[in-house]
């Protein structure tokens, strides 16, 4: 059975860091994207970061969180990581980890003073 846990969300003020971690179980370990996504309320989830499970480091980040976060991967405890710094309010969402058809239950992110 495919598993993917978030943990690491929570509340944060502006310009502060959180670190979310997705757990995966059950999937063949062949590669694979590891991708976080994020969704607010009334809108479509949209794609944060992505990272290779194994082979290639590239990434790939979308505009919004250039240079802010930094997505990781840990090969020998299957999991991904999403390092989230200066963090602004617009980033507040729930965070998904995603892989190839499967999705986790989501973490919250809030961003507030």
């Known amino acids: 059975q495919v598993q993917l846990v978030e943990s690491g969300g929570g509340l944060v003020q502006p310009g502060g860091s959180l670190r979310l971690t997705c757990a995966i179980t059950?999937?063949?370990?062949?590669?694979?994207?590891m991708n976080w996504y994020r969704q607010t309320p009334g809108h479509e989830r949209e794609v944060v970061a992505g990272i290779w499970r194994i082979g290639s480091s590239d990434t790939s980040y979308a505009d919004a969180v250039k240079g802010r976060f930094n997505i990781s991967r840990d090969i020998a405890k299957n999991t991904e990581s999403l390092q989230m710094n200066d963090l602004k309010p617009e980033d507040t969402a729930v965070y998904f980890c995603?892989?190839?058809?499967?999705w986790g239950r989501g973490t919250q992110v809030t961003v507030s003073s």
């Open positions: 059950g999937i063949t370990p062949t590669n694979y994207r």
């Open positions: 995603h892989v190839q058809a499967f």
